[in-house]
């Protein structure tokens, strides 16, 4: 399992979320990114998901 990072922001910069999960595959932490941002009604504000080396998952501007 690697670890994954999610962000998510609202137009003010107040951080919504910033916090890191698990998980086996690239494709399963954009799954779970994207069930988090949703839970958080998040999805269509800033946000990112990045892999363990950078790599951009998600990405909302």
Do not use: W
């Amino acid at each position: 399992m690697a670890t994954y990072r999610i962000t998510a922001f609202e137009k003010t910069g107040e951080s919504i979320v910033d916090e890191q999960f698990e998980a086996t595959t690239d494709q399963e932490a954009k799954k779970i990114g994207e069930e988090k941002l949703t839970i958080l009604d998040a999805l269509h504000k800033t946000h990112r998901c990045i892999n363990p080396t950078g790599k951009l998952l998600l990405f909302h501007p």
